[in-house]
């Protein structure tokens, strides 16, 4: 509960507990699992500017991502390159306040942030036959040899859009606007079927 508000996630309805325990498998290929609620930030600032630079860099503790489709990571909080003047950073539920001030506190000049949280939520896609999934969600090449850990990438999704992140082997995660929860979330078990679908809570 945030300010006496309560943050929900749009898949609130979903119940990966029940379909956790319906879906138990060795052989499954695709892992799906949501992580909800954690603290999103826009984030806009000149890449040029070393003082810019320098300061995302002492407010979160990453060296902020200025190559194209580039991500940093640190424990559980990213930065991600949307574009050359944009980024998104996510941490951990409850401290995108506390994650913004510190932004605030080190930046000076042009600069924006902005607590997207509530309007994005982060489902994570794994297993070997997760890039399968990928092929068949997206028309952007998402080929092993062209997609190395730690690259984002922003592109449609089964029609609606997204950021996919590559994080391990076979694992993605998959960024998506609030409105396309249900839907892609629909999509994801649909077209997951042929290859063995697990659900994580």
Same mark, same amino acid.
């Given at each position: 509960m945030l300010n006496n508000a309560m943050a929900q996630s749009p898949l609130y309805h979903a119940d990966f507990s029940g379909l956790?325990?319906?879906?138990?498998?060795? *052989?499954?290929?695709?892992?799906?699992?949501?992580?909800?609620?954690?603290?999103?930030?826009?984030?806009?600032?000149?890449?040029?500017?070393? =003082? !810019?630079? *320098?300061?995302? *860099? =002492?407010?979160?503790?990453?060296?902020?991502p200025i190559a194209p489709c580039s991500s940093s990571q640190h424990n559980d909080n990213y930065i991600m390159w949307l574009s050359p003047d944009e980024w998104l950073v996510v941490v951990e539920g409850g401290k995108e306040q506390e994650t913004e001030a510190l932004l605030r506190e080190q930046l000076n000049g042009h600069f924006a942030v902005s607590d997207v949280s509530g309007?994005?939520?982060?489902?994570?896609?794994?297993?070997?036959?997760?890039?399968?999934?990928l092929k068949k969600s997206t028309g952007y090449d998402v080929h092993?040899?062209? !997609?190395?850990?730690?690259?984002?990438?922003?592109?449609? !999704?089964a029609k609606a859009s997204c950021n996919i992140l590559r994080t391990g082997e076979y694992e993605f995660q998959l960024i998506i606007r609030r409105? !396309?929860?249900?839907?892609?979330?629909?999509?994801l078990q649909q077209c997951s079927k042929e290859y063995g679908l697990k659900a994580e809570v």
């Open positions: 956790a325990r319906a879906t138990e498998s060795s *052989e499954a290929g695709v892992t799906l699992y949501e992580r909800p609620c954690l603290g999103h930030l826009n984030l806009r600032g000149n890449a040029q500017d070393s =003082a !810019f630079v *320098e300061g995302v *860099e =002492a407010a979160l503790g990453m060296l902020l309007g994005q939520t982060w489902l994570t896609l794994s297993g070997p036959e997760s890039i399968n999934v092993l040899d062209h !997609f190395p850990v730690g690259k984002v990438v922003g592109t449609a !999704f409105s !396309f929860a249900d839907y892609l979330w629909m999509w």
